[in-house]
């Protein structure tokens, strides 16, 4: 049985992906680290000597600590933030727990560099439809739940990303886009090895809206009906990203927990 400060790796992965997902930090030592350079979706790595120096930001924050195998580093970090006033726990059985459970785990060689403030940037085409909706949430809350995203004209989304050292997207000629009949979502999920049955359903919806394959899944229709809906809505690319990260929160949760569900009338059959 876990003790009243850790999580169960089981509990963790139901809260990843959904808005309600905690913060969380892997306090690895980089000998470790080194020996399986991957996280936890949506981790990043700060060293547990000076976990201390986050408690500011993470003030009103749940907090979830992570180490190699759940046990001194992680214990001991979570202890001091607690000191901090911060609802920190760690995770039981660490990174070899969740490995071994074969859960997701996201290559650090395949991710863009966070910048100088803990954000990752990324940047592409401005009044955005579904793959450009669809890609910032997958990166929010499955990658870096802190990262920014600039939307800018076509023409000038490849200087934006030498200019400001932002990582391109959902635009010919860049890596994380479009490949064959598979839609920028699709590459992002490959190259960051997220693949799971419910966000290969998502990814199976957002590729038959995006690419106008309604065939691919009878929920794709609805997909496109709603995003462009969203994007009549706002002039403002950010502010639609913020109502659509509801809309696909919606559809991960459908994807992951209710698709057996159906809704007949009248109630009484």
């Avoid at 936890?40 to 003030?59: C, Q, T, V, Y």
Wanted: aromatic residues 8%.
């Amino acid at each position: 049985m876990p003790s009243p400060n850790q999580i169960t790796i089981n509990q963790l992965f139901r809260l990843i992906g959904t808005p309600d997902c905690p913060k969380l930090i892997d306090v690895c030592i980089d000998e470790d680290f080194n020996e399986d350079p991957r996280l936890i979706p949506g981790a990043m790595r700060h060293p547990f000597k000076n976990i201390s120096d986050l408690a500011p930001e993470l003030a009103g924050q749940r907090v979830v600590i992570i180490c190699q195998k759940g046990k001194k580093l992680s214990a001991g970090a979570s202890a001091v933030l607690r000191n901090e006033g911060v609802n920190a726990e760690y995770l039981e059985g660490g990174n070899y727990a969740w490995r071994d459970a074969d859960l997701p785990l996201l290559p650090v060689e395949a991710l863009p560099a966070r910048q100088a403030n803990g954000s990752m940037v990324f940047v592409t085409r401005h009044r955005p439809k579904i793959d450009r909706i669809a890609c910032p949430w997958l990166i929010k809350r499955f990658v870096d739940a802190s990262a920014q995203f600039l939307f800018v004209a076509p023409a000038e989304v490849e200087a934006v990303a030498e200019k400001f050292n932002a990582t391109p997207f959902d635009i010919e000629g860049v890596f994380l886009t479009h490949r064959g009949e598979k839609c920028s979502f699709d590459t992002m999920l490959d190259e960051w090895k997220l693949h799971s049955p419910a966000l290969d359903k998502v990814a199976e919806i957002v590729r038959g809206a995006d690419t106008n394959r309604h065939d691919l899944s009878p929920e794709a229709a609805g997909l496109m009906a709603m995003s462009v809906g969203l994007s009549r809505m706002y002039r403002d690319d950010l502010k639609q990203l913020e109502a659509g990260m509801v809309l696909y929160d919606a559809l991960y949760r459908w994807a992951r927990d209710a698709q057996s569900e159906g809704h007949d009338w009248p109630t009484s059959k």
